[in-house]
């Protein structure tokens, strides 16, 4: 696969990414007033568009769409160094593009940065347990001879941890930076993300553990 693809796959599916958990975050504080509510309406929607992305991309750039995914795919020495630095670049440019075209449908300013303050250990415990589950079902439980349930596993595992995780599962520093320059439901503030990109390197790191531990040799 021509490398352009493997990039433009990464920054649309990144984009579509978020512009799903910011638009519909948006959309649902125009429906409901109902806090839990709104986080279904968010979650299900996320869910249901990670689904779909996964089924699309994964066979151009294996639908990383987050730097921990592809930091992890770098440690295992299947992509080049230059290529991974790429994806990286390009997943937080599109997480960016995709906020802002999320807050332009909602008739927002392009950036309208969030003042949404997310902190504290019990968030950040959070965060770690989110993004080490990701990562786990990504190396373990959906890889290999279970690739073709990637697109089941992946989306359910973030809707689940909408609802168990204090942090609502970012789980993904692309989407953390794209998030905080959009002040709706799903927002973050811009001082809240250096610790959560911290939580979700630390979980990377953990499930990759796992992974390692239980692999059948």
């Known amino acids: 696969m021509l490398k352009i693809q493997r990039l433009a796959s990464e920054f649309i599916g990144t984009a579509t990414l ?6 519909s975050g948006a959309m649902a504080v125009n429906l409901s007033n109902d806090g839990g509510v709104q986080l279904l309406i968010n979650a299900l929607s996320t869910v249901l568009v990670l689904g779909i992305l996964i089924s699309i991309f994964s ?6 769409f987050n730097p921990v995914v592809t930091l992890v795919v770098l440690v295992k ?3 080049e160094k230059v290529e991974a630095l790429l994806f990286v670049l390009v997943q937080i440019a599109g997480a960016l593009f995709g906020a802002l075209l999320a807050n332009v449908m909602f008739e927002l300013p392009a950036v309208n940065v969030s003042t949404h303050t997310r902190g504290g250990f ?8 989110a993004t080490c589950g990701l ?6 439980g959906a890889s290999g001879t279970r690739g073709n349930l990637a697109p089941i596993l992946i989306p359910a595992w973030i809707g689940g941890a909408y609802f168990f995780t204090s942090s609502t599962s970012f789980a993904n520093p692309a989407v953390t930076i794209g998030r905080s320059i959009s002040n709706t439901f799903s927002g973050i503030a811009p001082s809240s993300v250096g610790a959560f990109i911290a939580a979700q390197l630390l979980g990377a790191s953990l499930g990759f553990a796992l992974s390692v531990l239980f692999t059948r040799k």
């Not at 978020?18 to 638009?23: E, I, N, Q, R």
């Not at 019990?122 to 347990?129: D, F, Q, S, T």
């Open 59 to 64: 066979a151009i750039s294996g639908s990383h």
């Open 18 to 23: 978020v512009l799903a958990v910011v638009g």
């Open 122 to 129: 019990a968030i950040w415990l959070g965060e770690v347990i």
């Open 135 to 140: 990562i786990f079902i990504i190396e373990y």
């Open 77 to 79: 020495s299947k992509i």
